[in-house]
């Protein structure tokens, strides 16, 4: 006989079960204090532990962060809440083209958008985001048009990659926004790498690696926190927690350490978890955090608090390991309507103009689809020449390419 | 001119490249200070300081995605896997990532990078220092991979690879760092010193990548090697008194078949060495290539000697290296049929 036991973590609900989120802690906002630049790991506990919000449950932001923040003027947080509004009606637009069998894939980023959205805003020409496919927002965000976006995704002349990548494995250099790879955990690894060439050279950029909750068990996420620690290179280390990983439970990723941003520590990497839902509370600490790397006081590591309202991709189905309403349960709510109501308070916003703007960036993101559509979809293909595959191997095409190319006829 | 053993090659090759261009950079588990468990980087960190040359945590995976991201903000590092036997933690990061960058991309990043790794046997190494991973690497469309024989030949293909736009896989046989090998452990092993590819340009120079050296001409046969099977083959063909051409490949991928084909249409025969396993080595696809290009003049089949299909041993290391009577014999048979 033995004592010994495994464990096998499991979500708070499954299909048909009563949400139950009695798990989450949720703080009152304006609690924890604003740390210094130079924080270091070991004064970090309580920003790892704890959850550091600013807007409370009206909207009003209180405490230390939100005074760090100052009040941002309201075109910034219109503009803000614009672009959260053009990526959901991008993600509506795209998820229904897919259905339609215009494009081969999708994956929306419903409920992750204030993240991505308030940290692009705080970063500077030259800094470079190493993305995962979640973070579209981050394009959104730095202005990218829309024209290669969404040509990207039906693969058609308008895409920049030329037909070589699945949707939404974008790469937008010039708009800091690192290739994707479809696989997971090796861009955080390649940020810590970036932001040591930023160090090396002297050219005062920064790098933010990205990086979801289930591939933080990845071996790169360990790669990249201990390289982080080493060199202390400034890149901004975020961990985007939604809770799921397709359809395992964080609890399987996480084990039975308390936070992600706990974990940072044991690397020596001070670490904060944040409200992801809260715009004001995600673009303070990412000013905090990205000002702390580009004045050299090294890397810092984040961990965005959020939920996956969403499906994984267009080819998962979530009803069939979740209760479909767990996401309206969400204890943090949904950033877009957060950020509404503080602006509806500041007498900067309405309802009307909220409507009218979701229509507005609906009928515009839909412009633009119809088109970049004319250019070929995934049922009227217009790709790229098939010599494409044969470009950019090599920076020189080698001679058994040449002649395959040829075989190919061509 | 100097005398260098291939160490001390490699060692100038990092130096001439680390002076001349300030993106520059190598790192490795013991490569700073110590200056590398075989040697190859000693003096660098001295002479360069430790943001041009410094060690690493042993993590491969961390060296090589760590130099992505440099190589890919316009750095060109070039970085030490201790053997190469230990690069499979950064296989992920070698094949579909640095690989990959530049196509996926559509050229806006790309990743000028040298991934160098001790390879080979025949040094008692047993199953974790001996291993030759060559066609692990040549499968993967976006690397190129080179292997020296000469101190000559490691001082400027790697200048050559650390200047190339792509990424490098770099393998050194271990086995001649000191000095050539012919294959027979019992006898005296002879120095670099001793041996016309040991005289090396102290400077510049370069050997460019994708191109075989013919390290015998013959007109019987052609024998198809790299690394240290060039040596074997040497004592083989003086052996069998054979007169058979003998190719360096040098670069493995992208493959000199020009210079291959050349050399079997003119003997009608071929027989290809190398020291991994067979199944799906190396030699494989260089029997393949030589069969489609060269089938009307092959007068007997195509035969390979390799490392046979088991991990590596100690004990029986001699009877697991491809030894030169085994090479001797392939020769015979090759110039019966």
Redesign the interface.
């Known amino acids: 006989m033995s004592d010994a036991k495994l464990t096998f973590p499991h979500p708070p609900a499954r299909p048909n079960q009563p949400v139950d989120f009695s798990n989450i802690v949720v703080p009152k906002a304006g609690l924890l204090p604003v740390p210094p630049l130079d924080l270091a790991p070991q004064d970090a506990q309580p920003f790892a532990r704890g959850l550091i919000r600013v807007m409370d449950d009206t909207g009003t932001p209180v405490g230390p962060w939100a005074e760090y923040l100052g009040e941002m003027p309201a075109d910034d947080l219109r503009k803000g809440l614009r672009d959260m509004l053009k990526m959901r009606a991008i993600d509506r637009r795209m998820q229904n083209a897919q259905r339609q069998g215009k494009t081969s894939f999708y994956m929306q980023s419903t409920g992750e958008e204030a993240i991505g959205c308030a940290f692009q805003r705080q970063l500077q020409q030259g800094d470079m985001n190493f993305p995962t496919y979640r973070q579209q927002i981050l394009l959104v965000a730095a202005d990218y048009p829309l024209e290669p976006m969404l040509g990207q995704l039906y693969s058609n002349d308008l895409d920049p990659l030329e037909g070589r990548q699945l949707p939404i494995m974008h790469s937008a250099r010039d708009y800091g926004y690192f290739s994707v790879s479809g696989n997971l955990g090796t861009q955080y690894v390649q940020a810590v790498g970036w932001a040591m060439a930023c160090a090396l050279r002297g050219d005062g950029k920064i790098a933010a690696a990205w990086i979801g909750d289930g591939a933080t068990a990845s071996n790169d996420f360990h790669s990249a926190m201990l390289s982080a620690s080493v060199y202390q290179p400034p890149v901004v280390l975020n961990i985007v927690n939604n809770q799921w990983a397709i359809s395992t439970y964080t609890g399987v990723a996480a084990g039975k350490s308390e936070t992600y941003a706990a974990r940072a520590l044991g690397y020596g990497v001070p670490a904060l978890r944040v409200d992801g839902n809260d715009f004001l509370a995600v673009s303070a600490v990412s000013r905090w955090a990205i000002e702390r790397a580009r004045k050299g006081f090294g890397p810092v590591a984040i961990e965005w608090f959020t939920y996956r309202a969403a499906a994984h991709s267009s080819s998962d189905d979530p009803s069939a390991y979740r209760p479909k309403d767990e996401a309206q349960a969400w204890p943090l709510g949904d950033p877009v309507d957060r950020l509404k109501a503080h602006l509806i308070d500041r007498g900067e916003w309405s309802e009307e103009r909220h409507v009218q703007a979701g229509a507005e960036l609906l009928d515009e993101v839909t412009q633009v689809q119809k088109q970049v559509e004319a250019h070929g979809t995934l049922v009227n293909p217009q790709p790229a020449s098939p010599t494409a595959i044969f470009n950019g191997v090599y920076a020189d095409m080698p001679e058994h390419l040449r002649r395959q190319r040829q075989e190919m006829g061509y | 001119m100097a005398r260098m053993t291939m160490i001390e090659a490699l060692r100038s090759a990092m130096d001439v490249k680390l002076s001349d261009d300030p993106g520059v950079?190598v790192f490795g588990e013991d490569v700073g200070y110590f200056g590398g468990v075989f040697r190859c980087t000693a003096g660098l960190q001295a002479k360069y300081g430790e943001?041009r040359v410094f060690d690493?945590?042993i993590?491969e995976?961390?060296i090589v995605?760590?130099?992505?991201?440099?190589a890919?903000?316009?750095?060109r590092p070039c970085v030490e896997i201790q053997f190469a036997d230990y690069v499979y933690?950064a296989y992920?990061?070698i094949t579909?990532?640095a690989a990959?960058?530049?196509?996926?991309?559509?050229?806006?990043?790309?990743c000028p990078m040298v991934v160098r790794m001790p390879t080979g046997g025949g040094i008692f190494g047993g199953q974790t220092h001996s291993q030759s991973p060559e066609a692990l690497f040549t499968h993967v469309?976006?690397l190129?991979v080179v292997i020296p024989s000469t101190p000559y030949d490691a001082k400027g293909l790697l200048i050559a690879a650390i200047e190339d736009?792509?990424p490098v896989i770099f393998l050194e046989p271990k086995r001649i760092y000191n000095g050539p090998f012919y294959g027979d452990h019992a006898g005296k092993s002879v120095p670099w010193s001793a041996h016309p590819a040991g005289e090396v340009p102290e400077d510049h120079y370069i050997v460019p990548l994708?191109r075989a050296a013919i390290r015998r001409e013959g007109a019987d046969l052609t024998i198809l090697a790299y690394g240290t099977m060039v040596y074997v083959a040497e004592r083989a063909v003086e052996q069998a008194g054979i007169d058979a051409e003998i190719i360096d490949l040098r670069t493995l991928l992208?493959?000199d078949?020009?210079t291959i084909v050349a050399s079997v249409e003119k003997t009608g025969r071929c027989v290809v060495l190398h020291e991994a396993t067979r199944t799906s080595g190396f030699g494989a696809e260089l029997i393949a290539e030589v069969q489609q290009a060269c089938f009307w003049h092959l007068r007997a089949p195509l035969l390979r000697v390799t490392g046979w299909d088991a991990p590596y041993p100690h004990a029986q290391e001699w009877d697991y290296f491809p030894s030169v009577s085994r090479v001797v014999a392939a020769l015979a048979k090759v110039m019966e049929d």
């Open positions: 950079i943001e690493t945590p993590n995976s961390a995605g760590l130099a992505i991201g440099m890919a903000h316009g750095m933690p992920d990061q579909q990532e990959r960058l530049r196509h996926r991309s559509n050229q806006q990043f790309t469309a976006g190129k736009p792509d994708g992208p493959l078949l020009a």
